[in-house]
């Protein structure tokens, strides 16, 4: 992994009237592939859109890829690719001569762009419909496209913003396949942003959290997958109290929950430490549930965070 991060934002917030969309937002990102996650009105697009110099920034500070935004961004640009959620097509151009528009735009002169244009319709899957005029386009070419004109002019980091968005099942693998390539065989620094916890977890490896603007999260996916491993609830048709003395003898947390579930943390990579002390306690359980890990526990708090600022 590079020394140098790729991201670097300080207090970043962005306030549409009195809504603040960023709370003090400060992140220090290094080359990857990074899950940009959180439930719808997050704040994840907006925080793209900062970083991209589209939404001017309230307060705070950032910089992309070493430069500072808001005062560089012609030199950002030129490193930078982006597929935003909504559709960006030009109405009426065939979907090459839209790929290779995007390349000019980039700098590339018009030959050099259109084979580029070729080479990445080729690299996203799309073959004959390439001629066809956009407006005609599914869903899933469309994601296909978007993702074309992002990585057209070869940039080091790229911005898709709900890639996967409106596609089936196979699309959606299909879309996350090419996007899971992008860092680990071209080594171009991927934000994916989505609502989707499958998503993220299929093709990053490191994640930020986002509720209600602020940041809940910024890990890699193993150290969060790693952290509530070992912990486990207990039903029991009798012994509670008997388990929890247990328990704190081995100074283990056990917490009685509302349901009536024991919520113990071993902190050992099986459950099998925990099993063996209730086989020689006598104490049959009636069920032993896995805790989540700590990906999902903290996505969940998320959404429960966003659900009551409703």
Not at 93 to 122: I, K, N, W
Not at 167 to 193: F, M, N, Y
Request: proline letters at 5%; one cysteine or more.
């Amino acid at each position: 992994m590079s020394s140098e991060p790729v991201i670097e934002t300080l207090g970043l917030s962005k306030a549409f009237g009195r809504q603040r969309a960023l709370d003090n937002v400060s992140l220090k990102v290094f080359p990857g592939s990074i899950g940009l996650l959180g439930p719808n009105g997050a704040g994840k697009s907006t925080l793209m859109k900062c970083l991209l110099q589209l939404q001017p920034i309230t307060a705070g500070s950032a910089k992309l890829l070493g430069r500072e935004v808001g005062r560089e961004g012609r030199e950002i640009r030129k490193r930078v690719g982006y597929a935003p959620e909504q559709n960006c097509h030009i109405p009426g151009m065939a979907g090459c001569e839209y790929v290779t528009y995007c390349a000019q735009l980039s700098g590339l002169p018009f030959q050099a762009a259109r084979q580029r244009a070729h080479e990445m319709l080729d690299f996203v899957g799309m073959s004959q419909e390439r001629y066809r005029r956009v407006d005609s386009y599914s869903t899933g070419m469309k994601q296909r496209l978007k993702l074309a004109q992002a990585i057209v002019h070869d940039p080091e980091i790229v911005f898709l913003d709900e890639p996967a968005n409106g596609l089936d099942p196979k699309g959606q693998a299909q879309i996350l396949e090419l996007v899971q390539g992008l860092w680990r065989i071209h080594g171009i620094t991927v934000i994916l942003s989505s609502h989707l916890l499958h998503d993220v977890e299929q093709v990053c490896e490191q994640i930020i959290i986002i509720a209600r603007g602020r940041v809940l999260v910024h890990d890699t996916l193993e150290n969060l997958k790693a952290r509530k491993r070992g912990a486990a609830e207990v039903v029991l048709a009798r012994g509670h109290s008997e388990l929890q003395a247990a328990c704190r003898g081995k100074n283990w947390l056990c917490d009685l929950l509302p349901n009536g579930h024991l919520r113990i943390e071993h902190r050992a990579d099986t459950l099998n430490p925990l099993l063996t002390l209730m086989h020689e306690l006598q104490l049959p359980p009636l069920e032993v549930i896995p805790s989540p890990n700590a990906l999902e526990e903290t996505f969940v708090q998320a959404l429960e965070i966003s659900h009551a600022a409703a």
